[in-house]
């Protein structure tokens, strides 16, 4: 939700904790959310009407569930219990957003798994798959950013070689020379504007 509200576009894959469909049972997937009514539409048809509000672990969830179960002739494949419950978070609407993204791109867990996992298993590989040596935001920050630094160190020398990255870091160097310059001469002159002249 905060990455939401900070503009940051997740994809993440949804996590499932039912055992439900490797039973053989219907999965929370089969059972369809209306926006409108708030509830939930059943495989056999029948509406899981919201029940409750509860709060656990500082979430809030929706209970819904139908009261027709028992004489459902779908019921073996759907639940053991009484009633099949359905919990929904406040802000599932956010998952739902982000599943159907991951849908529209299915390449996207692929290219996190070269782009992204990659440098972190790496890192945490050199670390000895252990915690780190520091304690305290900042410090644990510093450290991180040390690891960070040497692994794109040494991916950038596997990628240009050694004289290619000092090349790589003369030219940056250099570039930064420049904006510095160029960023103090424009700030003279925003100082000292000219005088515009005047027809005679």
Known sequence: ???????IAVLVPATRTSNAKADGRF?????????????YRCPAGQALIWRFAGVE?????????????????????????????????????????MQEQLERRPDAMRIRRCSVEHPFGTIKSWMGATHFLTKGLERVKTEMS?????????????????AGMM???RAYAFLSALQRVFGAISLLFGQYPQKRRTAP
């Open 167 to 169: 090349e790589a870091i």
């Open 1 to 7: 939700m905060a990455c939401k509200q900070a503009g």
């Open 57 to 97: 672990k500082g979430m809030t969830l929706n209970r819904y569930w139908s009261s027709n179960c028992k004489t459902c002739p779908l019921k073996d494949r759907c639940t053991p219990s009484q009633q099949r419950r359905v919990t929904r978070w406040e802000h599932q609407d956010v998952l739902d957003d």
């Open 27 to 39: 999965d929370k997937a089969d059972f369809v959310y209306d926006r409108e009514k708030n509830e």
């Open 146 to 162: 040390l690891h960070v630094l040497a692994y794109n160190v040494k991916r950038l020398m596997s990628l240009l070689g050694v």
